[in-house]
């Protein structure tokens, strides 16, 4: 019998290599063409200034200068840092406080999760425009706008964003939490654990995979928002430079790279791209600095 079973896994393990190359080439190829060749191709553009992928001119790193050079992007850079620090922090202790809440069997726990949820169906640019309605309409009481003040700019978009992202990262939580297992949790109170005791010595060790996975995500998403930042607040207010720049103040990076490329000076398409390179360093370098530091803290169950 166990010549059998030997013989039908070594039969099962050639059809799968005979078949895997059907699978995986299709992807393979999805990925080369959707991701590798554009950004390769976008990394090559940012050493040239073009104003189509056919006609260009190699300057270098001239764009990468000019990058550096201005003054809007090092401001939409510490801004973005500060606006993805405020909303990493809030929308994952709001999301693992809701979750941890709904994992008490609480009646209606399941129309709770629901209703937490929806935000995150609508999509980022009508999000927007249905958040800087009812800002207008709350802000205007008192004669303030959210266009027009950047503080209350920043708060709004920290607002828009807990209120879209805090249900999907509370059912990524409520899996975590669902996942603990029990014996630790009954040995704790055996052993006379107080609430918080057990929360954060027993339950939140053993979510931190889930931790890791959201603060990823609201990191990344936090970096990366463009959508909701154009249709909230557009980058305004802005502020004029003795120079005659301007500076949005309540503009983000993939913002100001979208303003760059697409603004008056076709010439500048080049320095967008470079912006654009940049930008994908920063987000895989500090995506991937989250991932190790955050993974080192899992315990094995």
């Known amino acids: 019998m166990k010549k059998k079973k030997v013989g039908n896994n070594n039969i099962i393990r050639n059809d799968i290599r005979k078949w895997a190359p059907v699978f995986l080439l299709p992807m393979l190829a999805a990925f080369i063409i959707g991701f590798v060749w554009p950004f390769l191709q976008g990394l090559f553009l940012s050493f040239t200034q073009f104003k189509t992928t056919s006609r260009w001119e190699w300057v270098g790193i001239t764009n990468y200068v000019k990058a550096f050079q201005d003054e809007s992007f090092l401001y939409s850079f510490g801004y973005t840092a500060m606006y993805a620090l405020v909303s990493l922090v809030l929308i994952n202790v ?16 399941n ?29 205007g009481a008192y004669g303030e706008s959210i266009l027009t003040n950047s503080t209350w700019g920043f708060w709004g978009l920290i607002i828009l964003m807990c209120w879209q992202q805090i249900g999907y990262m509370m059912i990524i939580y409520i899996a975590g939490l669902q996942a603990v297992p029990e014996d630790m949790l009954e040995a704790a109170r055996i052993d006379g654990a107080s609430s918080s005791q057990t929360l954060f010595r027993v339950t939140i060790p053993n979510v931190m995979p889930s931790i890791t996975i959201c603060m990823f995500l609201s990191l990344t998403n936090g970096f990366k ?15 004029i430079n003795p120079d005659g720049s301007s500076v949005h103040t309540t503009e983000m990076l993939a913002l100001n790279i979208y303003n760059t490329f697409y603004g008056q000076n076709i010439n500048a398409r080049g320095t967008a791209q470079a912006k654009a390179v940049l930008f994908f360093i920063l987000v895989a370098t500090i995506g991937l600095f989250q991932l190790v530091s955050t993974r080192k803290k899992e315990v094995q169950q």
Request: charged share 10%; no cysteine; net charge positive.
């Open 225 to 239: 928002l463009f959508d909701q930042n154009l249709a909230l607040t557009g980058g305004l207010p802005y502020i």
């Open 94 to 109: 709001l999301a693992f406080a809701v979750a941890y809440a709904l994992t008490l069997k609480i009646k209606g726990a």
């Open 111 to 139: 129309l709770f999760r629901t209703a937490f949820f929806m935000p995150n169906l609508i999509g980022g640019i009508v999000l927007g425009y249905i958040w800087s309605m009812i800002f207008d309409g709350v802000l």
